[in-house]
């Protein structure tokens, strides 16, 4: 499963490293969505930088929606998917490939979407929380990349799918958004939290992820049948 | 001849049923409106208690019913379309419900709190799962073909209400780690008349789901009927006219 796993996920990494897609079209939609906010919400009354945490991880999900139409749609050309299911590879290890080429491409989203909020947010990181913030991205990441894969894989081959996605996925990482933001704010120390407040958000995470990762290992190769 | 040999819902028994909700809801109007007391504090607003209260109990139930129809969707040995379409139908009734307990619920803090819409734990949630199964059904509607939509949409049921319960915990946990509840709760003794009025809406509305759900669930068939054999029917019909002759003859003549 895992030989699996590593084969898919270094497919796909190796299309992005040759296309470039989420580095030259999702990185920057991601700032662009950084500077969107700041025009939403007047940057010289400090809103901007109260509001960091929660702005930061929007454009997070807002990029994975596009992550995640990018990583079913490699499968949905050239007939990629049959040949994935004519491969004999282990189904499971298929979703874990995927989540994880998925959650790389994540985690290099977050860092450069890091820096652009400590830059243009004048977030003020400081160090108790660095470890705090590290844990958050990880785990966090592993949830959507996991809970994007499942969806991206349920509306693979429909139509609508680009429309639809969104719409299915969104609301589902709503919990997501809740405990990687409150975790960040701790981590931030926005309003005075303590870095210790972060650390019950991160469990929250963490169910998340290990119930998404579950279903995904269990889901994966039934919804890989028919397409 | 591929036409299904019934083309209507009712029944018998969804008649009797049709019949005792419909007896329900009069019973409902009667006590909601009529018979049980207003609210000390609220007044007549109390009233609209006895259609929320109802709607949100159809909403879980019904989303419920989705859950285990997907399931037993997904489990080998009671695979039939019927599982998916009790679910896809369930779904469709829940939405309606929920929606109604969000629009009586705002209507209801409109009176009571004088907005429509408070940050509550319990609002938030609830319209997190109202959008969830919106999206669900919206998912329903893409696919044509009958078993791949049921494949997929019962997984899709099956990760819904795995989340329900997380969407839950952590709104609940956000709102109330952030702030106090704006409004102090009073737990006055609840009348009887009204915790009665209560009963006779939820079992209204119970009965009101099961004949939906009968009628909608006989309804997919027919449609999905309609879909394999509609335009084999129409095309056998306009060649019976004679108006479209698959040969051509009816030109030379």
Redo the contacts between chains.
Sequence with gaps: MLRSAALVAGKDLRVELRSRVTTNQVLPFALLVLLLFAFALDPDRGTLRSATAGLLWVAVLLSLVLGVQRSAGLEAADGARDALRLSGLDPAGVFLGKAGALAAQLLVLEAVLGIGVVVLYDADPRASGVALFVVTCLVTTVGLAATGT??GA??AG????DT?LP??LL??V??VL??AT?ATEAALGTGGAATSEGWPWVG?LG??AL?YTA?GLV?HG??M??A | MNTPATTSTGTRATRVLGAAALVCLAWLVAFALFLSPEDEVQGDAVRIMYVHVPSAWLAYLAFFVTAIGSAAY?WKRTRSLTWDRIAGASAEIGVLFTGLALVTGSLWGRITWGYFWTWDARLTSTA?MF??Y???L??RR??PNP??RA??AA??G???V??VP??H???N??RT?HQEPTLLRRDPEIDGIMLFSLFVGVVAFTLVYAWLLLHRQRLLVLEDASAAHGLEDAIAERNAEGALPADGTAVAR
């Design positions: 499942l969806y349920l509306a429909l139509e609508s799918r639809l719409l299915l609301p589902v709503a919990p809740i405990g409150r929250l169910v998340f119930a279903l889901a039934s919804l049948e028919e | 997904l997190l959008l969830l919106v999206g669900y919206a998912f893409t696919e078993e791949v494949k997929r997984w899709l099956v990760f819904s795995v989340v997380i969407v915990n952590s709104v946990w956000w780690l």
